[in-house]
Nanobody
Framework: QLQLVESGGALVQPGGSLRVSCAASGFSFNYYGIGWFRQAPGKEREGVSCISSNGDWTRYADSVKGRFTISRDNAKNTVYLQMNSLKPEDTAVYYC?????????????????????WGKGTLVTVSS
């Protein structure tokens, strides 16, 4: 059964750091580009970051560039999002999603309809 399971969400103070994880199972993880998305209350889901299937290529939304780092461990079927210098506006449910990659350097577009599989999300709250 195909699954994407996010974990690591928590309450963190502004300026703090947090790493969320996405564990995949039930499909050939090595052939998929992965994206992190987030949805804040009352707002649309937005793309945060994405990574190619081989891990060599990454992309970030302007709002998180320089603060967030995406990485993947294909041996563990897991993708990570390291979040530093967190701000209250980073508060959201964070989702990971997978898209079948046509090539190992391909980056998935960071919009909802481009992704094939989704996890159920993990809540990140940035507040003092």
């Amino acid at each position: 059964q195909l699954q994407l399971v996010e974990s690591g969400g928590a309450l963190v103070q502004p300026g703090g750091s947090l790493r969320v994880s996405c564990a995949a199972s039930g499909f050939s993880f090595n052939y998929y580009g992965i994206g992190w998305f987030r949805q804040a209350p009352g707002k649309e889901r937005e793309g945060v970051s994405c990574i190619s299937s081989n891990g060599d290529w990454t992309r970030y939304a302007d709002s998180v560039k320089g603060r967030f780092t995406i990485s993947r461990d294909n041996a563990k079927n897991t993708v990570y999002l390291q979040m530093n210098s967190l701000k209250p506006e980073d508060t959201a449910v964070y989702y990971c999603a997978a898209a079948r990659a046509p090539g190992s350097n391909w980056l998935p577009p960071m919009y909802y309809s481009a992704m094939h599989y989704w996890g159920k999300g993990t809540l990140v709250t940035v507040s003092s």
